[in-house]
């Protein structure tokens, strides 16, 4: 397995002192990712696929037995490049693999795994930052400091979407040759789009603001914004986040009055904010309804966040609502 990355990334500006160790870091990370599309497509047919594993993360998640065979993947992965800690949202602590090495990295191995049983897309997400003076001091920190972020999408197609922070490349698996070759050089999310994707049985838990916003995208060409606002959820992040690279729209996970949702569902190290970098790049924007996703700091490992992203212009339209 190899990538063949573009020659913007081969020689990227934006990296100049991490370079080597970042391009390793990603080719590891690919190479694990082949395994666990393989995995993926075995479905059923691999021992326990989607059984539960009988534990729990640190957010209290039920683990499926693939989770926990993706964290051993990512983290085999990772022993052999220049990574020094490995944050997973799979495991309560941060692991040391070599302090002598300059990076760190996060990671959500197995993203959408209540798909994991219904042959759904599913993916890896990951965000790589310098190594600082301790493990947590780290990963504790805002997401303007990644130096990398991405996601492997594991359905029809296996691929990586990948920033460094000079724009968003798509890669795709070439089984032919087992090579992640270039597909898309410069992602870029329209300003304006109809589609939106919120999990809407959570409606009665939602504040105003959220309320406002889906009721005028289902009051379509009849309401304030005009058009209809066709809906998608898919449940797995990283496939919501996918169609909105490739044609716009705007994904909601806010928070509500469950117990719990204070925070929303989604995790800002290992989800909100890899996934805000991609989108940025791509000309989109990421929120937690008041703040730019990037600028959010990290106090605790696990923390939970809001996370509405996509369009600007639908972006803007829910913090308009959220004023
Ligand atoms: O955190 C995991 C996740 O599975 C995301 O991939 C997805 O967007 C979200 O949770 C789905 O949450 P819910 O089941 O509440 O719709």
Redesign the pocket.
């Known amino acids: 397995m190899s990538i063949e990355f573009s020659s913007k990334f081969a020689k990227n500006l934006s990296l100049p002192k991490h370079q080597q160790s970042v391009s390793a870091t990603i080719t590891a990370l690919a190479s694990a990712a082949e395994q666990i599309s393989q995995l993926c497509a075995r479905g059923p047919l691999e021992s326990a696929f989607g059984a539960l594993a009988g534990t729990a993360n640190s957010d209290g998640?039920q683990q499926k037995a693939l989770d926990v065979r993706t964290d051993e993947i990512i983290t085999a992965a990772l022993k052999t490049v220049p990574v020094a800690y490995y944050a997973s949202e799979e495991q309560d602590d941060i692991i040391t693999l070599d302090e002598s090495q300059p990076l760190a990295v996060a990671s959500?191995p197995l993203?959408?795994?209540?798909?994991i049983d219904t042959n759904v897309s599913?993916g890896t997400i990951f965000a790589v930052f310098p190594k600082a003076e301790t493990a947590e001091a780290s990963f504790l920190r805002v997401g303007t400091d990644q130096l990398c972020a991405g996601f492997f999408v594991y359905g029809p197609q296996t691929s990586l979407v990948i920033t460094t922070g000079d724009g968003t490349e798509l890669y795709v698996l070439d089984r032919t040759d087992n090579v992640f070759k270039l597909a898309i050089a410069e992602m870029h999310i329209p300003e304006d789009a109809h589609e939106f994707a919120i999990?809407a049985?959570?409606t009665r838990h939602w504040d105003a603001s959220i309320r406002a916003y889906i009721e005028e995208c289902q009051h379509g060409e009849a309401g304030p914004l005009g058009a209809k606002q066709n809906m998608r959820?898919?449940?797995?992040?990283?496939?919501?986040a996918n169609r909105i690279l490739m044609r716009g729209g705007i994904?909601l996970?806010p928070e509500d009055d469950r117990n719990g949702y204070e925070h929303g569902?989604?995790?800002l190290l290992y989800?909100a904010a890899p996934v805000a970098f991609i989108i940025e790049q791509a000309g989109g924007s990421a929120t937690d309804g008041h703040t730019r996703i990037l600028e959010k700091s990290l106090k605790t490992l696990h923390q939970r966040i809001p996370f509405i992203f996509g369009s600007k212009n639908q972006v803007k339209r829910v913090m308009y609502h959220k004023r």
């Open positions: 998640d959500d993203d959408g795994s209540s798909n599913i999990n049985s959570n959820w898919i449940g797995s992040l990283v496939a919501d994904f996970y569902r989604l995790r989800e």
